[in-house]
């Protein structure tokens, strides 16, 4: 029998996916559950596996292909199993409750029963949830699916909700908003425009490289960033000899926990006490319902350098964190982002963003705001020069410059200087961030 398997409803607000890679190819076998594609779906790589056992018959779809939720992605030659097929869960991320937009039929009214497999063999779960499962020393033949007929999702073996359920859908970076509605809003296409390549003899091209995989989604997202967003920039030079000195102090103390203190838990302290003065700062954008949603949560996206391009990790609640579990947490986020081991969730759902490409930082540079955010700081270099001190004598200082983008439709350039200004003298004399948090 042939079984026409197409891509399923992967996440509430998600229309489409890029397929990435295959691990199979035409006249394959394939077992149930095996890995069969990974999908991209707003920076976040999405791995699903075979919801049948059999041959593969045909891919439908190639590598750099986008393919619509519902498009058909491959067709599995099956051994005549005539069981209801299922929608497969995918393997790298949380799955998708039945009110997060799935097509299939919901459970009945009554509490759904142990999750077991139309023919009554071993219980319906990804293979991302039988490895939590197993680690947890949990019984999957126990455990009540709350899923399409009755599949196990990750959220019943904690009792925490989906991601689907608390509205961390998968949106560029920062779209997912707490105490909006779950569904994201429908906004219009930034407006096309018409290019021609331009005639170069082939023999001066040295290499053609496709757009297309995380780099078409970083590309489509600043895009969409500078059509909407009204973007200004604001510079201040900070004199960061005291951090540079309390950082020095601070580190074997944190050695000696295992963590290396950088500057940017420092800063994204800096930040997060100046954003509770500035909340507007705080906040993402709805064009739809024109409305600047200030956000009473502080999820700090941090730019991280990925192999295949710019990524942006959450750090989530960074107001309620210490400056140990800020360092641990970024390291943590910024080590599983570039091997590309982050879900959804974690590339979702800030409210500002930080960007800083450390010892390399340069002098100065206009970030692109993390759409629908409306701020986002650049951190540069520390430099060891001249300064003047309040009291008019020169000495050796260590400066650096930070420069915040705003969306100047909602963000006037006061507010952006006011806000910068708190960053500053909080960094200028670092004591004051644990007085603050006093």
Known sequence: MAYEFRLPDIGEGVAEGEVVQWFVKEGDEIREDQPLVSVLTDKANVEIPSPKSGRIARLHAGVGDKVKVGGLLVTIETAGDSSPPRSPTPASTPAVSPGGGSTAAAPSAGAPGPAVSPSGGRPLASPFVRRIAAERGIDLAKVRGSGPGGRIQESDLTGSPTVASTGAVAVPASAAAEGTPSKAPERSAPPATKTVAPEIPSAEIRERIAIRGLRRVIAEHMTESTHRAAHFTYVEEVDVGELVRLRERMSKS??????????????????????????????????????????????????????????????????????????????????????????????????????????????????????????????????????????????????????????????????GAQFLALVKGYLEDPHLLFAELA
Do not use: C, W
């Not at 990524?311 to 943590?332: N, W």
């Not at 590339?347 to 930082?361: D, E, K, M, R, V």
């Open 254 to 415: 944190f050695e000696k926990q295992g963590v290396t203190l950088h500057y940017l838990p420092f800063i994204i302290k800096a930040v997060v006490a100046a954003l509770k003065a500035s909340p507007r700062l705080n906040a993402t954008m709805d064009d739809a319902h024109q409305e600047l949603l200030v956000r009473s949560v502080y999820h700090i996206g941090v730019a991280t350098a990925a192999p295949e391009g710019l990524i942006v990790p959450v750090l989530r609640d960074a107001d309620r964190k210490s400056l140990v579990q800020i360092a641990r947490e970024v390291h943590d986020l910024s080590e599983r982002g570039r091997a590309g081991k982050l879900t959804r969730a974690e590339l979702g759902g800030s409210t500002f963003t930080i960007t800083s490409l450390g010892p390399l930082g340069g002098i100065l540079a206009t970030p692109i705001l993390n759409y629908p955010e409306v701020g986002i700081l650049g951190v540069h270099r520390i430099q060891h020069r001249p300064v003047i001190r309040p009291d008019g004598t020169i000495g050796a200082g260590d400066v650096m410059n930070l420069s915040v983008s705003l969306d100047h439709r909602v963000i006037d350039g006061i507010e």
